[in-house]
Nanobody, 127 residues
Framework: QVQLVESGGGLVQAGGSLRLSCAAS????????MGWFRQAPGKEREFVAG????????IYADSVKGRFTISRDNVKKMVLLQMNSLKPEDTAVYYC????????????????????WGQGTQVTVSS
């Protein structure tokens, strides 16, 4: 089992940058594919980015491709989301999630494939 705690959210102007962190506790962090999701007010939670267990493979939602970068440090047990060129439509609560499927070689964009979730961190982008 793994516990996830997000940090790094805040208020930023459009065009600015933020870096979100997700700290994991528990054993065998390197056995989890990891993902970031977000939920804007009045909308369903959506996929943002995913990273494989080794960090060698990443996937992104089209809406953030080229602006956001996901990475991980398996020694420090952390997942990062670097967000650049932020837009007001990026405003949401951002969640970190872990997938413990032993047969997954990349990562999934589907929420149902993730087993553990953090509490979320608020990101607000002003225009």
């Amino acid at each position: 089992q793994v516990q996830l705690v997000e940090s790094g959210g805040g208020l930023v102007q459009a065009g600015g940058s933020l870096r979100l962190s997700c700290a994991a506790s528990g054993r065998s962090f390197r056995n989890y594919a990891m993902g970031w999701f977000r939920q804007a007010p009045g909308k369903e939670r959506e996929f943002v980015a995913g990273i494989s267990k080794s960090g060698g493979m990443t996937i992104y939602a089209d809406s953030v491709k080229g602006r956001f970068t996901i990475s991980r440090d398996n020694v420090k047990k952390m997942v990062l989301l670097q967000m650049n060129s932020l837009k007001p439509e990026d405003t949401a609560v951002y969640y970190c999630a872990a997938d413990d499927n032993p047969f997954r070689f990349s990562s999934s964009s589907s929420q149902k494939d993730y087993d553990y979730w953090g509490q979320g961190t608020q990101v607000t982008v002003s225009s």
